[in-house]
């Protein structure tokens, strides 16, 4: 898929193909990428600083590098290889779905917008939340989680950390009573 020559687009939707590559450095007006369900194994987005909303499930990426996407609000990397992802530039981010991944750690304190995190199904042994006072959902179930508090979530309505090897959870934010979605079985 050659884009290249499409200097102006702002939305680009190229979604469950087989693509095993996609170009889009001379993309850079590029507000939102649908690319998800497909066959790439890299994605430079680099020169995308417009880029709002990036959604890249379902291939196999084993790197992504969002350091330089500050606009972001959205991220959807669910279903790749990756081993690390770094979102600590991503300032503005209120949405991030990277389950079923590889990551071993996640670093979300620069992230104040967050209101919806998901990361179940990957290999975190930590998970702090306390700087994400925005976040109303959040699903770490199935890691390597032995505590996790949300004390600090004060807009939290759903919480989902099933099948963790969790001993600790404290979820004494005073506004409890507000969770429509609770589940932490199989800990």
Aim: net charge negative.
């Amino acid at each position: 898929l050659d884009v290249s020559n499409n200097t102006a687009l702002t939305f680009l939707s190229c979604r469950s193909n087989q693509l095993t590559a996609l170009d889009v450095s001379a993309n850079t007006a590029l507000t939102e990428l649908y690319c998800y369900s497909n066959q790439l194994t890299s994605l430079d987005v680099s020169n995308n600083t417009a880029l709002t909303y990036l959604h890249c499930d379902g291939n196999p990426l084993t790197s992504l590098d969002v350091s330089s996407n500050v606009a972001l609000t959205t991220l959807k990397c669910r279903n790749n290889q990756l081993t690390s992802l770094d979102v600590s530039n991503n300032t503005v981010l209120g949405n991030l779905f990277c389950q079923a991944n590889q990551l071993t750690s996640l670093d979300v304190s620069s992230n104040t917008a967050l209101s919806n995190l998901n990361c179940p199904d990957n290999l975190l042994t930590s998970l702090d939340v306390s700087n994400n006072t925005a976040l109303g959902a959040l699903d770490c179930g199935t890691n390597q989680l032995t505590s996790l508090d949300v004390s600090s979530n004060t807009a939290l309505n759903t919480l989902i950390c099933i099948s963790n090897p969790l001993t600790y959870l404290n979820m004494k934010n005073g506004v409890t009573d507000q969770l429509s979605s609770f589940n932490a079985t199989s800990n």
